[in-house]
């Protein structure tokens, strides 16, 4: 054995010290095993447990230092799956590293980009996949760097979000678009990857296919998060913001959900993604961003990573603690001084090392229970995801049952369908109802028709008594046919009564046959009395008739048979007549009876009529209730806004509330005739719940932007107005209250809300911009005098011109003749293109009007077109008044008593004046008109002129401060000194004083822009609102010399810094 007896002091104080150097080097040794194992060329995906010890060394050394170390020594632009993978596994490290994994990643933001590049230009599979994935972890590491409150891991609660976005509209408008930006990279990266697979005709249990879809699992984690937190933004962005502001933030965000649907239903239907990850599943159609209610329906898409089994792999020990080394690994010796001197006394060791032995065993027990531990954690944490599943799946349950009661909702409506079709079908009984009645009048025809043949029998019978009454007047025996001819009269008769008396029907016709045969009888009777007499007459002539009297008895047998046979035949139709009578009982009685059971269904009929007409009205109150219930609703949403801070931002004009207001008022009205209707027909609500739809919206809109306008008014009239829209909310919330009220209902008043909105419109007529103070039947009159006037202005400018001109010639010469001559003549050259454009806009004025006016009259028209006619009225005084201006500036600067500025700043503010009255013209007339040609070629004349005007100023106040040179001769060093240090407080001086009558000049421009607001159109005093404006102003008509209240040309080029804002230019 060996054996060192005098071990040196120095190595004695180094062996704890190399104890960690030693487990240093054990894990770097490990450290580069695993990422030698993890990124490497195989068309493999990285095999989990390699990524995970990678992750582990970052939180054992807290950052990615070693990571790195290794990593820029990989070959990585020779090989582009090499890339790949590399890429794959950074994205894991910075997802479930240290936190201060970030900040290593930041210093090699170069490499990064230089691999994305250099694969970015080749024409690679795996190239064009790297370059994508570069973009993607750039853009991540400079997102979380921006913004630490969101993890590499992006899983943050609502607060922080709240936290993270603030209530600075700005801040959260950028932040979601820099989310938009990082989801665009991770749907990129999904998109190239499924394109490939596509075109390589690979699938997902190849391994080629594994390689390229393992790192889809860092995506699905990301966009999972990044959705819901966009969702969320953009919930609160319009709740802010006018949608119309926020259409680009919609359009991208559909953009990107569907691109995020698809790709999340591609991923879930591939056997790769099924046992690593649980996909969420995205709703059919993304949220209505313009309900506020639809982000209550939001659900957060949760991604479920599944336990995974462990691996069979042989343990890699940071620390190594056996005696002999792994097979097949280089030997690495924990103790220096082992290896150098060998073991102290031969083999054995130390109490010492004995010690150190085992409390390597401990740690490597800890950190096993440690892993046990986190495993168990990780178990715990998919547990309670898989809660979170189950309770969102109870969510959507619930939804679902919701939509049940809906559908359920929707068949009770149905039901309502067919009891409106059964009272249809009750209709349909009254109709059977009726064909019944049709039938008894056929049977009643029936009767009719065997009455008819009773009278042919009748009929038959005369004949046969006519016959009887011709035989008696030839036979003796008459007396007894007469009496046989009246036996069978009667019984004739009875029978008659008899049927008479069961038809049960008023049979008039038949009544007045029956009077018309009694009238034949008694006319027949009447025939047997003259016949008696004939008789008497033939007993005398008896004698003679003897001989006759053989013949007439055989005769007499002979009609006897007759009238035998005759009686035959009458007691034949008789049994008929009482089988006819018989068969119309019969048919009688089923007709009643068909008549009570048609009676007993139409009283059923009824009766469920009745149930279903007071089940329509309950319906019916219960719709309009949910009505009104939703009106509060919408109506105390609009009261809270007018307590909301961030209301503070709107703002409306009170031309837009008075209309709102005027609206509201006609919604009153027809809520009023709605009620009415309502009251007289309780079965249909239909016109109540739309007068109560349309009102509720009206109201709410007119809070709404009563509101909005007080936020620009002056102090009282704001309270005011404030006051009065609370009010009318509580009046209506308290009318819908009474809507909801079946008792209350009869006796509603909507005038409790008539009374509020009239104070809010006269408020808002009182807030209206108050116009020119002339009459708009003057206003025809007065465009014609501010024209004229304009122009006489501008003559007599160009008059007072060439009178400085000859003053000048006689009382200066040399230079100064010379630059006032030249001012004088541009300015001559300004007032005449001045004057032709003036000329040319009045031209285009007649022409307007005699083209638009029609059949009324020029001071119709103006009235008519009362807002037109005062900007031009305003504009023609602005060119009067910069005339005015510029000649006085003209004839200071040649007297010598102004400043060439004023003659400057007179131009430039007379071209504003003419672009405006060109402006002003330019707006109702037609762009096809010469005159509209002539008049532009004008405007540009114009501002050339004026420009020759401010050149020629300049160059001359430039060739007379010329003259004035600086002498430095007799000045020593220190007096140079003091005076550059004298100019250089000068100079600071100069620099205060130029601030400050910069931002007096900001304030002048913000008091103008006011005071053109007031005079101009009421939507633009939301555009040029200075925050620090006062509420009332109060302008009055200026004369032709003063500067009226109007605003500069809208395209000049300002900077805000100065206190200068650009102005708009007055609606017409």
């Not at 596509?198 to 984690?221: D, E, K």
């Not at 059919?284 to 209550?296: H, I």
Request: aromatic share 4%; proline share 4%.
């Amino acid at each position: 054995m060996n054996s060192i007896k005098n071990v040196p002091a120095r190595v004695l104080s180094r062996r704890p010290g190399h104890s960690l150097e030693a487990e240093r080097e054990q894990f770097d040794k490990t450290q580069a095993i695993s990422i030698s194992k993890a990124i490497n060329t195989q068309e493999a995906p990285v095999k989990e447990k390699h990524a995970r010890r990678i992750i582990l060394g970052t939180h054992h050394e807290k950052g990615a230092f070693t990571f790195w170390s290794y990593a820029i020594g990989l070959p990585l632009p020779s090989s582009s799956i090499l890339s790949w993978k590399f890429c794959h596994v950074l994205h894991k490290v910075l997802r479930d590293g240290h936190p201060n994994v970030l900040h290593d990643c930041q210093r090699y933001r170069s490499n990064i980009r230089e691999i994305g590049d250099l694969w970015g230009h080749l024409h690679d599979r795996y190239g064009q996949l790297v370059n994508v994935y570069t973009k993607l972890l750039l853009t991540k590491i400079s997102f979380h760097l921006k913004h630490p409150q969101f993890p590499a891991g992006l899983e943050v609660t609502d607060e922080v979000l709240e936290k993270a976005a603030g209530t600075d509209v700005n801040n959260i408008f950028q932040l979601t678009v820099e989310m938009f930006d990082y989801m665009d990279c991770e749907l990129k990266l999904s998109e190239s990857v499924f394109r490939q697979l596509n075109t390589a005709i690979a699938v997902s249990q190849m391994s080629s296919g594994q390689c390229r879809l393992a790192p889809l699992i860092q995506v699905i984690q990301d966009c999972s998060h990044l959705y819901h937190y966009t969702v969320k933004l953009l919930f609160k962005l319009h709740s802010c913001l006018p949608a119309d502001t926020l259409q680009g933030h919609r359009d991208r965000f559909h953009e990107q959900f569907h691109s995020l649907r698809n790709f999340f239903r591609r991923a879930s239907d591939m056997l790769y993604f099924k046992r690593l990850i649980q996909i969420p599943r995205l709703p059919e159609g993304p949220p209505n961003f313009l309900r506020a209610s639809a982000l209550a329906e939001h659900i957060k898409p949760v991604v479920v990573i599944p336990e995974e089994a462990p691996e069979d792999e042989e343990p890699e020990n940071l620390i190594e603690i056996s005696t002999g080394p792994p097979a097949g690994e280089p030997v690495v010796v924990a103790d220096l001084f082992d290896q150098t001197f060998g073991p102290p006394n031969g083999s054995v060791k130390d109490d010492r090392d004995l010690q150190i032995e085992s409390l390597k065993r401990e740690v490597e027990m800890l950190r096993s229970e440690l892993e046990k531990i986190k495993l168990e954690a990780q178990r715990y944490i998919a547990q309670l995801k898989s809660q979170v599943n189950a309770l969102e799946g109870e969510l959507e349950e619930q939804r679902k049952q919701k939509q049940k009661a809906l559908v359920d909702n929707e068949q009770l409506r149905h039901e309502l369908a067919q009891l409106r079709a059964a009272q249809l079908e009750g209709e349909r009984s009254q109709g059977l109802r009726e064909e019944a009645e049709r039938k008894a009048s056929a049977t009643e025809a029936r009767y009719n028709k065997l009455k008819e043949k009773h009278s042919e029998l009748v009929h038959v019978h005369a004949e046969l008594l006519r016959k009887n009454a011709d035989t008696a007047k030839q036979l003796t025996v008459t007396q007894q046919s007469q009496e046989e001819v009246a036996r069978v009269k009667e019984q004739l008769a009875f029978q008659v009564e008899q049927v008479k008396r069961e038809s049960e029907l008023k049979l008039e016709e038949q009544s007045d046959q029956l009077e018309k045969l009694k009238r034949e009888l008694e006319a027949k009777a009447g025939e047997l009395a003259r016949a008696q007499e004939a008789l008497s007459h033939t007993e005398q002539s008896k004698s003679e008739l003897s001989s006759r009297l053989d013949t007439l008895s055989a005769e007499k047998d002979a009609l006897s048979g007759a009238v035998r046979q005759r009686e035959a035949d009458l007691l034949a139709a008789q049994s008929l007549v009482r089988e006819t009578e018989a068969a119309l009982s019969r048919e009688q009685q089923r007709s009643s009876q068909e008549q009570g059971e048609l009676q007993g269904q139409l009283a059923e009929r009824e009766s469920q009529e009745q149930g279903l007409r007071q089940r329509l009205l309950d319906e019916q109150f219960a719709v309009l209730r949910g009505a009104a219930a939703e009106a509060a609703g919408i109506l105390q949403d609009a009261v809270s806004k007018l307590d909301d801070p961030l209301h503070l931002r709107c703002t409306s004009s009170p031309d837009y509330l008075v209309s709102r207001a005027q609206e509201a008022l006609d919604a009153v009205s027809t809520l009023e005739e709605g009620h009415a209707q309502y009251l007289t027909s309780l079965a249909d609500a239909s016109a109540l719940v739309a007068a109560l739809t349309r009102f509720s919206h009206l109201a709410a809109d007119t809070i709404i932007n009563g509101g909005a306008t007080s936020h620009l008014a002056p102090t009282d009239p704001a309270d005011r107005l404030i006051d009065t829209c609370r009010e009318c909310g509580a009046r209506a919330l308290e009318l819908m209250g009474q809507l909801q009220d079946q008792q209350a209902l009869r006796h509603m008043q909507a005038s409790l809300v008539r009374t509020p909105l009239q104070g809010i419109l006269q408020l808002g007529q009182e807030l209206k911009p108050k116009s020119l103070d002339v009459r708009q039947e003057e206003l025809g009159a007065m465009v014609d005098k501010e024209m004229a006037a304009t122009s006489a202005a501008i003559e007599d400018a160009v008059q007072r011109i060439e009178d400085m001109m000859n003053q000048a010639r006689h009382a200066s010469s040399g230079l100064k003749l010379e630059v006032n001559e030249r001012i004088l003549n541009s300015c001559t050259d300004l007032m005449k293109a001045i004057r032709l454009l003036v000329t040319t806009s009045t031209s285009l004025q007649k022409e307007i009007v005699e083209s638009g006016r029609g059949a009324a009259t020029q001071q119709e028209f103006y009235a008519k077109n009362s807002r037109w006619t005062e900007g031009l009225i305003s504009a023609s005084k602005a060119v009067g008044w910069g005339a005015t201006q510029l000649v006085e500036a003209a004839d200071k600067v040649v007297l010598h008593t102004g400043k060439y500025e004023e003659l400057i700043v007179c131009s430039h503010e007379i071209a504003a004046s003419t672009a405006q009255l060109v402006a002003a013209s330019k707006v109702k007339a037609n762009k096809h008109s010469p005159h509209l040609s002539r008049l532009q070629e004008c405007s540009r004349t114009v501002n050339e002129r004026a420009a020759n005007v401010v050149a020629s100023t300049k160059s001359g106040q430039e060739q007379i401060e010329d003259r004035d040179t600086m002498d430095f001769s007799g000045l020593s060093l220190i007096k140079l000194k003091k005076q550059e240090m004298e100019t250089q407080v000068r100079v600071l001086e100069l620099e205060k004083t130029l601030e400050a009558e910069r931002m007096r000049l900001g304030e002048l421009r913000k008091q103008h822009y006011v005071l053109a607001g007031a005079s101009g159109s009421p939507g633009e005093e939301a555009a040029i609102r200075p925050s620090t404006a006062p509420r009332s102003v109060t302008t009055k008509k200026p004369p032709l010399a003063q500067k009226p209240s109007v605003a500069p040309r809208q395209d000049h080029q300002l900077d805000k810094k100065d206190g200068i804002y650009p102005a708009q230019l007055v609606n017409y």
